[in-house]
Nanobody, 119 residues
Framework: QVQLVESGGGLVQSGGSLRLSCVAS????????MGWYRQAPGKERELVGT?????TYADSVKGRFTISRDNAKNTVYLQMNSLKAEDTAVYYC???????????????WGQGTQVTVSS
């Protein structure tokens, strides 16, 4: 059993900053990649960025958002600066990993955390 628990969402004014955290726990053997998606009301889920061998970002957040990881703690962070109203969404973390005893990797998801940016 694997759990991903997010924290750090909330309400912030346009131009402000927030930092999201996501901790993975359970029968983890190794984590290949961690990252973040987001989903705004009425829109499809959008990949924000992934931290694996390299770290990549959606064009819409490049230069404003930074993904970092603490591998010892199975944790991924999303530092969001210069926030805009259009960044308002539910943010979901994910992790692609091998659980103990598995022969292939699987993707696990957090429950989501709301980020609201007021203009």
């Amino acid at each position: 059993q694997v759990q991903l628990v997010e924290s750090g969402g909330g309400l912030v004014q346009s131009g402000g900053s927030l930092r999201l955290s996501c901790v993975a726990s359970g029968s983890i053997f190794s984590i290949n990649a961690m990252g973040w998606y987001r989903q705004a009301p009425g829109k499809e889920r959008e990949l924000v960025g992934t931290s694996g061998t390299i770290t990549t970002y959606a064009d819409s957040v490049k230069g404003r958002f930074t993904i970092s990881r603490d591998n010892a703690k199975n944790t991924v962070y999303l530092q969001m600066n210069s926030l805009k109203a259009e960044d308002t969404a539910v943010y979901y973390c994910f992790a692609r990993m091998f659980v103990r005893g598995a022969h292939s990797s699987s993707t696990y998801w957090g429950q989501g955390t709301q980020v609201t940016v007021s203009s």
